[in-house]
Every structure is written in structure tokens, then in C-alpha cells.
């Protein structure tokens, strides 16, 4: 069964600490997105890749960076964490414009 | 920038019902899919209709698309209680040779399926 690997399921980190989120797939996909989910906001796209070493902004990038070095890993950074970035973050892959999405479970931020 | 709207809201039935959700979007599309969500769960790929079809089935799923009115209903029938969830569109409305896409998905509806 193909699968969306995030690292962590919960996570707490202090004000201005770097964040890694790291996202695994085992499916050889080219595509992967990064979202951030918040009540009455739905999901919001931040980054997303099309291909090993591209990265494209979403909607909404500030404070946020990412890195794919290897086709099947695709990582989010928060440079400095801030209250405002406490949220559930959601990775997806997909193989390509005409299929889904596959998504992980999540992982859920708190900055404090 | 939200391009989907879900309406209702909230959906709450008994089971065995018919649930109908629907989503509306502001540019043309590509395609446009359904997701459902798990309470603090990753979202699951449901059903996936392209711009110039009309309406797609699988299982006890059926989708509807409108592009002359924006808009898409999906209907789930004789539902259960495992069907509670959160229901997602998302249209993909990237130019359709481009390189790269990605989805935007609008705020859900949240439906709870009373045994």
C-alpha cells in the first residue's frame, strides 16, 4: 500500500527555535505539497515541488522554507518558530496532475 | 486565496440517508476532487472528475460537475455511521500544460452520520 510517511505525529517547540517536518513517500511520485490546516481557514498550501531540487511558494511561504534533496523527501522548515505557526501539517504526494493526492497523517504543532 | 467553497457547513443525518454536499469555485478548472477527513486525520483521496465530464460514480460515491455554474454536489448514499468525517473539494486550476499544479481545497463540510 503506497504510503506518506511524517515524522512526527505531535510536536512542541519554544518561540524561535528552527523546525524540521520531514515527509517520506514510497511511491516515486513527482509531486509534493506541504499544507497547514487551521480551524475556520481550511487548508492552505505553502510549498510544493514538481521534481528533486525545484520548489515553487504556495499561498502563503513567509516563515516557512523547504528542501528536497532526494525525489522521495520533501521537508519543511520553520526558521524561527513563532506562536502564529502553531497548526496541523499536512504533506501529500501525488504521481501527476490527473491523479489524487496521497496524503499523511499529519503532524500537530504547538509553539509555545 | 479560497477557490472552493463547501456548503453546508455541517451536515448532520441518521443513517441509511442520503448525504448531498456541494462546492462552489470562482475560475475554470482542470479537474475538481473530493476528500474526506477523520477527526485529526490525514485527508483521503475520494473521487477525482475532469473538467469535461459530467458525473462519476464509485461505490456508493457520486459526483456531479457544472461548469457552466462553477459548481459540484457529491452524494453520498444509504450512509453509515462510519461515514462520519469531513468532506473537502479541491479543484485544480492550473494552466493545463504547465509543468507543475497543485490543489486548492475549500474549508469542508462536516458530516455526522447518526446510528
Known amino acids: 500500500d503506497v504510503k506518506v510517511t511524517q515524522s512526527s505525529r505531535y510536536l512542541v517547540k519554544r518561540t524561535g527555535e528552527k523546525v524540521f517536518l520531514e515527509c517520506v513517500q514510497d511511491?516515486?511520485?513527482?509531486?509534493m505539497f506541504w499544507y497547514r490546516q487551521d480551524p475556520g481557514l481550511g487548508l492552505r498550501l505553502i510549498y510544493f515541488s514538481y521534481d528533486v531540487k525545484m520548489k515553487e511558494k504556495g499561498d502563503i511561504p513567509e516563515g516557512y522554507s523547504v528542501s528536497r534533496e532526494k525525489k522521495e523527501r520533501f521537508s519543511l522548515i520553520l526558521e524561527s518558530a513563532s506562536t502564529n505557526q502553531t497548526s496541523m501539517y499536512l504533506c501529500?504526494?501525488?504521481?501527476?496532475?490527473?491523479?489524487?493526492?496521497?496524503f499523511g497523517s499529519g503532524t500537530r504543532l504547538t509553539v509555545v | 486565496s479560497q477557490q472552493g467553497e463547501e456548503d453546508p457547513q455541517a451536515l448532520s443525518i441518521q443513517e441509511g440517508e442520503n448525504a448531498t454536499m456541494n462546492c462552489s469555485y470562482k475560475t475554470s478548472i482542470n479537474n475538481l476532487q473530493w476528500y474526506r477527513q477523520n477527526s485529526g486525520r490525514g485527508l483521503v483521496h475520494l473521487i477525482l472528475?475532469?473538467?469535461?465530464?459530467r458525473e462519476k460514480h464509485s461505490g456508493r460515491l457520486r459526483v456531479t460537475l457544472d461548469t457552466s455554474k462553477k459548481s459540484s454536489s457529491l452524494l453520498i448514499t444509504a450512509s453509515r455511521a462510519a461515514d462520519t468525517a469531513s468532506y473537502f473539494c479541491a479543484t485544480d486550476t492550473s494552466y493545463s500544460g504547465a509543468g507543475s499544479y497543485q490543489l486548492t481545497f475549500g474549508k469542508g463540510t462536516k458530516l455526522s452520520v447518526i446510528p
Open positions: 472528475i475532469r473538467s469535461n465530464e
Open positions: 501529500a504526494s501525488s504521481y501527476r496532475r490527473s491523479y489524487g493526492y496521497t
Open positions: 511511491m516515486d511520485h513527482e509531486n
